[in-house]
């Protein structure tokens, strides 16, 4: 059973950072790209970052591009997302989210979700 477990989040002031964690168990992680996408209050899912395989690869949503940064640690089946000068529009449910198996980071698409961290920024 894939299982994805958030940790991390929480309240932070505007201009401040956290670092989101994913546990990953279940599936061969390593073969897998994955995803962080978020639900603001009232909003639909968007999709925040992803990376390769590997690690070599990434991308970001324009919104936190040069704010964020995703990593993943394929030995310890993690994934990671910095999250640097946080603004209050970042707030919202934070997922971590295993893309179909063969798909490319460029595709978005997911096929497993965790159930989720709060992200909250305000003063």
């Known amino acids: 059973e894939v299982q994805l477990v958030e940790s991390g989040g929480g309240l932070v002031q505007p201009g401040g950072s956290l670092r989101l964690s994913c546990d990953a168990s279940?599936?061969?992680?390593?073969?897998?790209?994955m995803s962080w996408v978020r639900q603001a209050p009232g909003k639909g899912l968007e999709w925040v970052s992803r990376?390769?395989?590997?690690?070599?690869?990434?991308i970001y949503a324009d919104s936190v591009k040069g704010r964020f940064t995703i990593s993943r640690d394929n030995a310890k089946n993690t994934l990671s997302l910095q999250m640097n000068s946080l603004k209050p529009d970042d707030t919202a449910v934070y997922y971590c989210?295993?893309?179909?198996?063969?798909?490319?980071?460029?595709?978005?698409?997911?096929?497993?979700r965790g159930q989720g961290t709060q992200v909250t920024v305000s003063s």
């Open positions: 990376i390769s395989t590997g690690g070599a690869r990434t």
């Open positions: 989210a295993r893309k179909p198996y063969g798909r490319s980071i460029y595709s978005d698409d997911y096929d497993s």
């Open positions: 279940g599936f061969s992680f390593s073969n897998y790209a």
